[in-house]
């Protein structure tokens, strides 16, 4: 509940200040728009008594009314327009500080782990829960105090005319006011909030009906499944179409009621200037008065019907909000100056303090322009112990310490942009000859040469435009780019074809040859490329052995074979 108040509340001074001058206009459009309805009826119904007699014409003042009129219509436009900037201004403030607070928390490990998991959950973060997020404030808590403040005003005006007549009109209008918004509350939230959730779940098993395409139609449940995501569109516009429904019935019946009230006024307006004497322009005023009433309070009876979709948004973000104060993996800090370029000396390490470890005394050094290749079954702790170089992402107890490195993982993600853009990534500082040379250098030239704006060209999401191949090619470019002396290859050749790999492997190896490397492999044609095996399994360094230890040769025969180049010759 704590954060669900502070989600609303805002907590940058300038957005507070923002929301209430947004809500100031908000109200001086309603008492403006009270203001010209009164006083209109009041000067029309004064003008025509005031005609009915000459004497009475020379005297009556047509000049102020009909200013006062005009004023009423200008700071009505004026009070409506700052309204709108000014409020949608805050609500936009407001919301760019929640998908900032949004991207931070996710931006930590344990949530993009989760995330990592459900992308479409997080696309719905961003977009659905915050747009409904911003119509809290404008669409319920403006229009609520509004209509209050309208409903007192109101009552106020009666019964400056009559007393009872002020007194008796609020008690009705406040008995409806609250019936109806509770009625939409009750027949909608539960509608309104499921309505969210199979949005949701639409747009899940869109993404998911795109993205597996391949698998589908080789599994033959393409149709079922397209079949599937329509089913979940027809239900999701059925429940929207009955929701309107419902809301246009609410919205008829209270503009009924409303209108019932408006003749009950009319007829105690008429039987005062009957029988108690109020005069005929003050009856007429009060009349046009409570007309306006109902344009000011149905907006409060819309926000109430999209209630549960409102609550269901805040429940759903406040966690991100909760935990958005623990900071994001951190670079690992540098190693000192000393004759080595990394240095391990773990007694455990854990991705969280309730897992099991994923290392167990892990001790060794790496000297400048060493290679270093870790072997060992699935899951043995191989990927983690060279990311350890790279981020503090773990619980480490012991010491790990390394000079900058770069990093090759097994997949690399190319971004929706140029290949500059894309690039530029590895190094902001690298010029457009760098990156040309960096393609050069990784095997690219023939493909760079083929495309008509060069760097400036277009690739797709997640490297569509590219074989396995040339983005295997394109991830190099970017470890060139970077100019580490220490390299984190975590299967670099893994899933390629043996030509491919052998090529990549030979100018890694001939514009490497002075860095250092910690290679992650399974495979011997990329295990034979450093001096130096270490073996790991179950969390454990099981073996280290140099070039010229007989042993190196014995794992390195237990290797995987390069079985592309077995079936092609
Ligand atoms: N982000 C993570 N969060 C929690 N546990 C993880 C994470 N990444 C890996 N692990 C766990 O750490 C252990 C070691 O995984 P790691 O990827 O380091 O093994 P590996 O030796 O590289 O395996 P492979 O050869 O299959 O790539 C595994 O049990 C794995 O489930």
Redesign the pocket.
Known sequence: MKTILALIAPRDKIIRKKMLWGLLFAILTALSTIGLLCLSGWFITATGIAGLTIAATRVFDVFMPSAAIRFFALLRTGARYAERLVNHDATFMQSRGLRLQLFKTIAQ?KSL?DLAMRPARLLHRLTGDIDSYELIYLKLIVPSIVALVAIFTIIAVLSSVHLGLGLGFGLVIFAIVIVFSCLSIKLDEKRSASLAIRRESLRTRVIALLSGQTDLVMNGCQQSFTNHVMNTEDSLATSDVSLKRRQLAIEAISAFVDKLIFVGLIITSVLLYRYVSISLPLAVLSILAALTLYDLVKPLYQGCSEIGRYILALRRLSPFVESGNTNPAKPREELPPCSYVAVANIKRAS??PQ?PA?LNDIHFTVSAGEKIAFV??????????I?LFMTKDMIVEGKIAAIKAALLEQNTYIFRDTLHENLKLANVTASDEDMVEAMERAGLHDYLDNLKDGLYSSVGENQTGLSTGQARRFALARLFLQKRDLWLL??PTENIDGGTARDILERMKHYGREKSWLL?T?LKREATCCDRIIT?DH?RITGDYERSNENYQRVLESLREDNYDKHSM
């Open positions: 490990r782990r991705y969280e897992l994923v060992g079954p699935n899951g043995a702790g191989k990927s983690s112990l990311s975590d299967e992650v399974h790991l969390t």
